[in-house]
């Protein structure tokens, strides 16, 4: 076993393919690979057709920092890159909000109930309700949510978004829709509502100070009319009409530090909002940098605060004398001032740069960090102007306190009113001031190109499709003709033999049986019926035949054969049933006789016997009876209409037929018969399944054996050469039957192509085929 094992690895290593073996397995399944283009083919063809068309608009935009506020809190390039930068923003494109926002849009458009995304989620949820709730109402507010649920999931499923090669600043939106108008305006949807957001996040910093100032100037102004209230009241009450000059006096100063000092206040929680507005946007992962920037210290940098601190008290001191801004001593600190934070910002910026790792967060953030630290500068600046100006409000409180009860009384009335006054002017002043400055806030995206309606749909792509599945269809058939050839373990081709290191006689092309049967048909007493077997022979019914030719090319190879010795007796077995060995019998029995030789056919096969009912003979009496009586072989053989030829039948059908054709009278008979006769074929029963053919083989001249193209097993075929060997039969060689054109291109392939040179067609009406057309023509001119 261990042998045959090797002997078959060898053979399946050794059987590579050639491109004539690559001709030869498309000719012979072509009809697989034809099936396979086909089927592919009208399957890609019906799935391209029964496919929905799907349509899809593009839009640019331009995404580029424009400085200001914004570009410090979402200057991405300072973070991490201009490529990090436009990543982020294509991840924001794709985010769920903005396609909430989208959808939330469309519905509240006019487009609501006709765009098919909307549709066919309406119609999800209906056929939902209907399988869950089946004979409950309709809830109109749950279908229209969960169409929202639908409507978003398939734009984020549809919508696409990438930079644009070779740019900074560009992206491509790209969304898909089963409409034209759906895909551009679902597109230019998504193009605006993120520029729209994009504008509230630019805008969010200054939207902080100007909410804080539109709600501290609505105090104000309640504060300002009930001060006014008052001050007449008391006037009318008391019948006081106005203070007097010194006193006024007094009042105008004080209003006017106390306006100054809840000015301060006013800037001082702007820019607390503004920095606690910072803070938020840094978001969870970067909550510890505020700690940070607390620890960016130097003594320098601490002189320089506290010497901005100490001046912002000198100049509040001055103003204290009644002076204003404009006063020479005010303006030389204001001067002063402005030096000290422009070399503050310098030294904050130096200290950031050079004593920052490059893995430090902070390295990425150099202009966040500065704009928090100005802020913090600020704070600190009007910390101490409130301080200062509070002193000096309290000095002038002290001041009014001496006055008269009622002059005191008549005194805080007219300077409530004009601070409430001031400062209600003041801080309408700064909330229009921030109004414009948010609205010049315009945001970081552009739109360069607003999508339009798609003129063609991008999906199916038909004849794209249709010429991938003609190429699939040919592919994967020729693919699984190639794999069936791999696993194809039988015996097709002469070269499979000599791989086999077996002799080869011959090969025997295919025998058409029907074709077969109408020459049968035309012979002399031929009526067509039994073709199973009369159409069978060939050598006699077809004799121009090219199968007819290849019988007589075995007949010639044997003589060459018998060189090596005397020839008379010849056994034809194969290796299982059903691969031709009677048909082939008969046939190069008939060849032999027709070459003049007396030949004699015995059917060796005591278990199915066949030969009989080719020539329609009773297959009793015969091989048994003169095995088991001492008839005379001269009455017991039966000679058919053919010169030459004699047949001797099985005869009855024995128990033992082993024992019969081991006997010495098997040996006796045989060594008779060839005093009476030039060559004796012996049919006899497969090599494998019975012992019969083996126990004869080793009494004859030799062996041939038959194997059937695309039947016998390659196992099966070694097996019976191994047989034979330990016989120590003479093994002529195979003889390959049943070969088609289709399994001969090669080689070989030229035996059966030359059917013209015969002039032999397959129609027996043409009477010798084109030979007969031109003798014909001849004649008639």
């Keep these: 076993m261990n042998e045959l094992q090797k002997q078959n690895t060898l053979f399946a290593e050794e059987r590579t393919l050639s491109v004539a073996d690559y001709i030869r397995i498309v000719r012979r399944r072509w009809w697989l690979i034809l099936l ?57 494109l794709k985010s ?94 998504v193009a605006t509502i993120y ?20 709600e501290q100037l609505s105090k104000k102004e309640v504060d300002l009319k009930d001060s006014e209230e008052q001050l007449k009241s008391f006037q009318e009450k008391e019948n006081i009409a106005d203070l007097s000059g010194d006193t006024q006096e007094l009042i105008n100063q004080l209003a006017e530090f106390e306006s100054l000092y809840n000015s301060t206040l006013t800037d001082l929680r702007a820019y607390e909002k503004r920095l606690e507005y910072l803070n938020q946007q840094l978001g969870i992962q970067k909550k510890n940098l505020q700690a940070n920037i607390a620890q960016i210290s130097s003594p320098l940098i601490l002189k320089l605060r506290d010497e901005l601190a100490e001046t912002e008290r000198k100049a509040s001191a001055v103003l204290s004398q009644g002076v204003t801004e404009e006063y020479p001593e005010v303006k030389k600190l204001r001067a002063r001032q402005d030096v000290i934070k422009e070399r503050l910002n ?7 740069i050079g004593g920052l790792t490059p893995n430090d967060p902070m390295a990425h953030a150099q202009q966040l960090v500065s704009q928090v630290i100005e802020s913090e500068t600020e704070i600190r600046t009007l910390k101490a102007r409130s301080l200062a100006l509070k002193q000096i409000v309290d000095n002038y409180s002290k001041k009014l306190e001496k006055l008269p009860a009622k002059t005191l009384r008549l005194a805080r009335l007219a300077r409530t009113k004009s601070v409430d006054e001031k400062l209600y002017y003041m801080m309408k002043e700064k909330y229009e001031e921030s109004r414009i400055s948010m609205a010049g806030q315009i945001g970081k995206v552009r739109i360069i190109d607003r999508a339009v309606e798609p003129g063609a749909p991008i999906s199916p792509k038909k004849r794209q499709n249709l010429m991938l599945g003609m190429l699939f269809g040919l592919g994967l058939g020729f693919a699984i003709a190639i794999s069936l050839e791999y696993l194809d373990k039988t015996v097709r081709t002469v ?24 020459f049968a048909a035309l012979l002399p007493n031929g009526n067509g019926k039994e073709k199973d077997f009369s159409s069978r022979m060939i050598a006699l019914n077809r004799p121009k035949s090219p199968i007819s030719e290849a019988y007589r090319i075995i007949r010639t190879n044997l003589q060459y054969s018998q060189i090596d010795g005397t020839l008379k007796t010849i056994l034809i077995t194969s290796p299982g049933p059903g691969e031709g060995k009677s048909t082939t019998t008969i046939n190069l029995g008939v060849t032999l006789a027709n070459m003049g030789l007396k030949t004699l056919i015995i059917d060796a096969d005591l278990r199915r016997p066949v030969v009989h009912n080719f020539f329609k003979f009773d297959k009793k009496p015969g091989l048994t009876n003169l095995l088991a009586t001492d008839a005379d072989f001269n009455d017991i053989i039966k000679k058919p209409d ?3 030829l004699h047949i001797l039948t099985s005869g009855v059908m024995p128990p033992n037929p082993s024992e019969l054709l081991g006997s010495t009278r098997m040996r006796q008979l045989l060594d008779k018969m060839k005093q009476h006769f030039d060559i004796i074929l012996l049919d006899s029963p497969p090599i494998i399944a019975v012992t019969d053919a083996l126990i004869v083989a080793s009494e004859v001249d030799g ?13 099966g075929a070694k097996r019976a ?25 090669g080689s070989y392939y030229y035996y059966y192509s030359n059917q013209y040179y015969y002039g032999e067609s397959t129609n027996p009406d043409s009477k010798n085929g084109k030979y007969h057309k031109r003798k014909k023509k001849r004649k008639t001119s």
């Design 346 to 352: 310098t030294e904050t910026k130096k200290l950031i």
């Design 495 to 518: 070269e499979d033999i000599e791989r086999l290191n077996m002799p080869f006689v011959g090969t025997i092309p295919h025998i058409d049986t029907d074709t077969s049967s109408r």
């Design 703 to 715: 062996v041939l054996l038959i194997n059937k193209s695309g039947k016998s097993q390659i196992e």
């Design 36 to 92: 396979c283009f086909l089927v592919v083919s009208a399957g890609t063809a019906l799935y391209t057709l029964s496919q929905d068309p799907v349509f899809q608009a593009a839009s640019t935009i331009m995404v580029q920092e424009d400085g200001g506020v914004q570009s410090v809190l979402f200057d991405e390039k300072a973070l991490f890159g201009k490529q990090d930068e436009i990543n982020d923003q294509v991840y924001l």
């Design 721 to 745: 050469n191994q047989l034979l060997s330990q016989a120590r039969a003479r093994f002529l060689g195979v003889i390959l039957n049943d070969v088609r054109a289709e399994n001969m291109y």
């Design 96 to 189: 769920r909000s903005i396609a909430e926002h989208v959808i939330e849009e469309v519905m509240q458009s006019e487009y609501r109930d006709s765009l098919p995304i909307i549709k066919k989620g309406i119609g999800l949820a209906l056929d939902r309700h209907y399988e869950y709730n089946e004979g409950q109402p309709v809830d109109t507010m749950r279908v229209m949510q969960q169409a929202r649920d639908y409507a978003v999931g398939k734009l984020r499923e549809d919508l696409t978004a990438d930079p644009v090669i070779d740019t900074n600043y560009f992206i491509e939106i790209r969304v898909k829709g089963a409409s034209p108008f759906e895909a551009a305006y679902l597109t230019n949807l």
């Design 195 to 214: 520029q729209n957001q994009d504008q509230v996040l630019s805008q969010g910093e200054i939207r902080e100070v100007v909410d804080f100032l539109e």
């Design 642 to 644: 053919i010169d030459n």
